[in-house]
Antibody
């Protein structure tokens, strides 16, 4: 059974960079695509982007200028960096295994439990 | 970009009473590119249905999905107490989007 676990600071100051890591257990990260998704009361569920073990990525155009997703295959981890954060980036951040075909994101079949990140001074 | 609109916002039913949840797309959805998720308080969403009507692993057969074009439906034939939760639809895309959710409440 694949399990995912998010980790990282729960509080980030405005204008700084949000950094989270997702550790995958029960399966190899080298087989599927892996996404970050966030959820807030005002914006609902919002897909941020995905990575593949090759290092290829695809990002939500609305966040692309501020997002970097990277993969560490030996550690079975992937990470999210979101720069220049504001209060609007306050959300629960989820990592998820992603089914992809022909550069189309299909669906998310395994999710982490989520990490609350608050942007505040 | 396809926008998904779910209705109703909240559905109040008694356990065992058939639940019908709607997801309407702003443009026609091709190739059965729609999924449904269930979310309980404090938990991550859980995949229920993909490809409009295929149940994910371990999902009971009281959950079913249907539809085509712009109109899609998630039906729970006889909801159990554990089925009262929030449900989201999601469109497959280069940059996928989710509906705003329907809350299924116990009456």
């Amino acid at each position: 059974q694949v399990q995912l676990q998010e980790s990282g600071p729960g509080l980030v100051r405005p204008s700084e960079t949000l950094s989270l890591t997702c550790t995958v257990s029960g399966g190899s990260i080298s087989v599927y695509h892996w996404s970050w998704i966030r959820q807030s009361p005002g914006r609902g569920l919002e897909w941020i982007g995905y990575t593949y073990h090759s290092g290829s990525t695809n990002y939500n155009p609305s966040l692309k200028s501020r997002v970097t997703i990277s993969v560490d295959t030996p550690k079975n981890q992937f990470s999210l960096k979101l720069s220049s954060v504001t209060a609007a980036d306050t959300a629960v951040y989820y990592c998820a295994r992603t089914r992809v075909g022909w550069e189309t994101v299909y669906f998310f079949d395994y999710w982490g439990q989520g990490a609350q990140v608050t942007v505040s001074s | 970009e396809i926008v998904l609109t779910q209705s109703p916002g909240t559905l109040s039913l008694s356990p065992g009473e058939r639940a019908t949840l709607s997801c309407r797309a702003s443009q026609s959805v091709s190739n059965n590119h729609l999924a449904w998720y269930q979310q309980k308080p404090g938990q991550a969403p859980r995949l229920l249905i993909y490809g409009v009507s295929t149940r994910a692993t371990g999902i009971p057969d009281r959950f079913s999905g249907s539809g085509s074009g712009t109109d899609f439906t998630l039906t729970i034939s006889r909801p159990e107490p554990e089925d009262f939760a929030v449900y989201f639809c999601q469109h497959y895309d280069y940059s996928p989007s989710f509906g705003q959710g329907t809350r299924l409440d116990i009456k």
